[in-house]
């Protein structure tokens, strides 16, 4: 098989495709998101809890590709009890690694597993849904 | 695996006139419900047109133009003679499928059209021939009646006469699914019609290339296709239309070339197919829709069929070796166009490991969504296959899908 | 006769650019307003796609289909460069000028219009830019109201802002005329239509292969041109329209690749202007389209407009010394489209003659008919210059037509 | 100049062309034709008087082009005082003189000069023009 294919589809991918962090329905949230992209159907709700200026907690459900699932699940992980402004320089951080070479730029382990989109321009998109429908909800 | 019949539509010579293979030799494209690759005759024939002989049609007086008029009209002969139309004056030339069926929608039937009345359509449709009649229904207080289908991707025949009625305005019904491959028993839909009077729209997208068409025989009133699902260019199409209907309908789009006479205060338009041709039209892709033609003519449709029928027959078996993947559309008279999916895996990812092998298959909804809906899924990957497909790409294809398997489990 | 200046535009270099004059070597083409010849960059580029690249666009997943995509999306960029305009998103893809004004009429003014409203065009529109209002017209029981102009195809700028009123819902002007060359003030028009509040759509089918357009400045709310006009392929277009517009326009014509979601009740649309882009479109034609307006970008329009004034005036100047020669339309800024007649002799004779020698020129109303009444003439002779036209074409078209005048008198 | 040119203007369209045959309005006729070519304008009425099966006398009327003018006063003066079937007989004779290459096909002058007009295909319907919308009317 195809190693960009193994580099896509590796282990933080597979392992939260499988097994999604916070994946429930908290239809009450103080703010619910939905993130979808019209051309392949993926369609993810994203519940989130604010009080204080800061993400209490954070729960998502829908349905999607590896990716993007995978993406909203460390979205999901990542975000939750951080700050709104902590949250933005996150979202940042992870279009960031995902878009760009990242020479020397510090980045984590589970954002750069998504750099592999690079190779599938296609897939792209995925990668970055959950996180670009937070950015735009984050920026106001 | 070996070739167990003789053929003459040999799959390794037809490549040859496509030159896409050459560029990518190891593409093995099974994409053609969504657009086929073009033979280079149809290539040529368009940068030829535009190398040698370009004119602006219909009102030169000079050789080029006189030329270019001719080469243009004669393609109406030509796609005539390929659905079995009686005359060029049924054939109105169209940006494609979804332009042709948007013409007869505001044509053709929203005058006809009032409150209560229904327009039928299956559960199948493609959304070009879904949202246009659900929209004029929308607009004039009419009810859309879906025509429901059995799981297997059936028609469901009895709940179709069932449904006909005196209300019934139209019936649209696709011939080819391009989600299940089911084939419509698009004759028996219209002679059903037709006992009740209800106009009858065909939408033959998938099913030019590969079958046999006879309007006239099958008595559609209208009937519609896409160059570029034919072999030929983008951005040209056929309407096959009655003349009775044709000559009855007013042009909706209005510009040059379609009219007879002119004044600021009032327009008296030119007869059909004319009248329906406003502007500038696609010249080039109309004289490159007219080389497909000529390519797809060279071949003996039941060959075609024949090769087709063995070579989705085998994809469809050997798709079955791949563990826990479902096969979506299982009709009894199918054309080689195969949805299928994994319960675990979305269809886009089973799109990035087939295109990672250069394997070329289209996943989503097809622009079917609401049969997704029935069929209670996102969406498919779909292999659909034409004449220079091989049972080498349907194994490379079944192959990978066994490793993705594997691999993500 | 000698060049009496120093070009950069040097039409001898860039015909070389284009194979017609290759195959036809002795060709005077001077029928540039009806359709341009296409330059090889552009022909190759079509002909490419489908040998190399040729994938259906928006929902593929495989390498192909990316790659298709993307080269398509770009040709937004480029036409947004081309005219001005903000944001690809002002960019809608067409199937050519009629299309365009068709959609702004159905999609745009059609709501907006009732019974006694007033949209105002000028005596001198294209069939394309009259039709589709007289007959949104009829439809509302508005009244079409035509600007007048002068003997000299100058518009009545004073009778337009006497007729611009409360009752005015919209505005339609052409560019360029493509019978008489006169450019209009489009940016006067539009001024002083904002003024009333008054919408302003302009018809640049004849402007944008020769003169710079930045439709930011000019403030138009909608503009439209053609392909096949600024040498691309046939069978595309361009509308701009202000985003404003755009975003609160319904869509018109139903399909695939323009939804957001679909059941068989309801339909929600993509955004502009998707949603505008109903089925599989002209993909290669838009590819096509990109490479012309690659080839355009190459050049200063400056020197363009310079090499043209030059070769117009020349034109029109020599034609005078043909007896009984009239030109019809004098206005002073005016482009390289010159109309003429002869008391005595058809417009389809002086062609005939014309084109027994290999020039080319366009005989009869030109789509202007209500504008030919005006002028009292049937119709007229048309030569119509491009960049790579010469002065030497001039001097044959004049000689021919001073043999014929000699021969038939 | 052209040859072929010179052999399509040549005597008898000129002629006709600069002096028409019974070119004058009959608003009273018993019958007008219409023959119209929408594609370049040419326009001319036919005037004709029938009487006892036969065409007493035929005028026509309008604007059109050197061949288009010729072939209907070419027209008008072969039709005047021919019975009905004549005047058919002469339709189909000048149609199929246009078309084809007469070979040995007794033809006469008049309508020979217009076979010239195959040479130049956008002008043949100019030549046909009236005589179509008249075989149409004989034909009935
Ligand atoms: C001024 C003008 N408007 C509109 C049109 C129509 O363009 P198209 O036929 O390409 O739609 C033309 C071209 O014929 C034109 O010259
Ligand atoms: C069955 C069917 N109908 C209609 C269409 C629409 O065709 P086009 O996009 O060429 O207008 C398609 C193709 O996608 C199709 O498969």
């Not at chain 1, 907690?57 to 993406?71: R, T």
């Not at chain 1, 975000?79 to 996150?90: G, M, P, R, W």
Request: glycine share 6%; hydrophobic share 40%.
């Amino acid at each position: 098989m195809n190693d960009k294919l193994k580099q896509l589809y590796k282990d933080v991918i597979l392992k939260h495709n499988n097994d999604p962090f916070h994946y429930d329905k908290k239809e009450n949230a103080t703010h619910v998101l939905e993130a979808y992209n019209p051309l392949c159907g993926d369609k993810f709700k994203v519940f989130i809890e604010v009080e204080n200026d800061a993400i209490q907690s954070i729960h998502f459900h829908g349905y999607g590709c590896a990716i993007s699932k995978a993406s909203t699940s460390v979205m999901v992980q990542a975000l939750e009890n951080q700050s709104i402004e902590d949250a933005k320089e996150l979202c940042k951080n992870f279009l960031f690694a995902l878009h760009h070479e990242s020479e020397g730029h510090p980045s984590r382990e589970d954002f750069e597993a998504f750099a592999a989109a690079r190779e599938f321009p296609g897939r792209l998109k995925c990668a970055s849904l959950s996180w670009d429908e937070m950015s735009r909800f984050l920026e106001g | 695996m070996q070739l167990k019949y003789k053929i003459m539509v040999d799959p390794l010579i037809i490549r040859q006139d496509f030159p896409i293979f050459r560029h990518h030799p190891n593409l093995a494209y099974l994409d053609n419900a969504a657009t086929m690759q073009k033979p280079e005759t149809v290539i040529q024939g368009v940068a030829n047109f535009y190398r040698k002989e370009n004119a602006n049609i219909h009102r030169g007086v000079y050789q080029l133009a006189i030329e270019a008029t001719e080469k243009y009209e004669r393609v109406r002969h030509r796609a005539a003679s390929l659905i079995g139309a009686p005359s060029t004056k049924n054939i109105v030339y169209t940006s494609g499928t979804t332009a042709g069926i948007n013409l007869v929608v505001q044509s053709f039937l929203e005058k006809r059209l009032s409150k209560d009345d229904e327009v039928l359509i299956t559960a199948m449709e493609h959304h070009a021939n879904l949202i246009p009649w659900q929209m004029v229904c929308k607009k004039t207080g009419a009810q859309l009646v879906v025509i429901p289908m059995n799981e297997r991707g059936e028609l469901d025949m009895d709940a179709f006469k069932e449904r006909l009625s005196g209300r019934t305005k139209m019936v649209a019904a696709v011939h080819i699914s391009n989600t299940l491959g089911s084939i419509n028993p698009v004759e028996d839909i219209v002679d059903l019609a037709h006992k009740r009077g209800v106009p009858v729209l065909i939408d033959g997208a998938q099913s030019v290339a590969h079958y046999p068409i006879d309007v006239k025989e099958m008595d559609c009133d209208f009937f519609v296709f896409s160059g570029h699902k034919v072999f030929g260019p983008t951005g040209v199409g056929i309407l096959y239309g009655k003349e009775e209907h044709l000559s009855s309908m007013a042009p909706v789009f209005f510009g040059g070339d379609m009219i007879r006479e002119v004044s600021f205060e009032d327009t008296i338009f030119a007869e059909h197919p004319q009248k329906f041709e406003a502007g500038t039209t696609n010249i080039a892709g109309i004289i490159g829709l007219g080389y497909a033609m000529m390519f797809l003519q060279q071949y003996n449709k039941k060959q075609i069929v024949k090769y087709l029928d063995e070579l989705g027959g085998y994809a469809r078996q050997e798709l079955k070796s791949v563990k826990s993947l479902k096969i979506v559309g299982k009709a009894k008279r199918k054309s080689p166009i195969i949805s299928f999916h994994f319960k675990n895996i979305h269809p886009h990812d089973v799109a990035t490991f087939l295109g990672a092998e250069n394997i070329a298959i289209r996943a989503g909804h097809h622009c079917t969504q609401p049969l997704m809906d029935i069929f209670d899924i996102p969406g498919t990957s779909r292999a659909s296959f034409t004449f220079y497909n091989t049972f080498e790409e349907v194994d490379r294809m079944v192959k990978v899908l066994k490793e993705m398997k594997k691999f993500l489990s």
